[in-house]
């Protein structure tokens, strides 16, 4: 009976494979996002001003930020969770996989928060004349909370490596 329990449990990981195809389809999802902004851009670039296209950029930069971040968390967290994934030999293999685990995904997972919140607040910023000095306090009290916790994740990791 406990053998069985056991070969029941182990088999349920492959319930997450659903999950990371789903990120997968949120990747496609924000792909789409990145190339309707864009080509919402580029015919009005001689018009707008230099402002709004930095703005625009910034929002392209955080799809590709948030992208790369689905990326790394899907197939780290396959490879850890549910199956080594198998490359045919020859084929073009990521230097990274198969060398996260979950301790270091999560260090950079929160470096990935604090580099999308810096982004959004610095395009904040930008227009932070329309924007009431209570919110903006919030939004920069909101990235020191993001900063601060990658900073005490970081360290925490660091000090339970060295035992």
């Known amino acids: 009976m406990e053998a069985w329990v056991e070969r029941v449990m182990y088999a349920s990981r492959w319930l997450l494979a659903p999950i990371y195809i789903g990120l997968s389809l949120a990747l496609v999802a924000l792909g789409i996002k990145f190339f309707q902004e864009l080509f919402h851009l580029l015919p009005h670039v001689f018009e707008i001003s ?67 919140s810096s982004i959004h607040l610095l395009k904040i910023f930008m227009n932070a004349t329309n924007i009431g000095n209570d919110k903006l306090m919030w939004y920069v009290i909101i990235h020191l909370t993001f900063v601060i916790s990658a900073f005490a994740m970081g360290t925490l990791d660091k000090s339970t490596r060295k035992h």
């Open 50 to 116: 230099e402002a709004d296209i930095v703005l625009v950029v910034l929002s392209l930069i955080d799809i590709a930020l948030v992208s790369g971040l689905i990326i790394m968390v899907m197939f780290t967290s396959y490879e850890n969770f549910v199956s080594q994934i198998d490359l045919k030999e020859g084929t073009e293999k990521l230097a990274w996989l198969g060398t996260l685990d979950t301790s270091s995904l999560k260090s950079k997972v929160a470096a990935s928060i604090v580099a999308i």
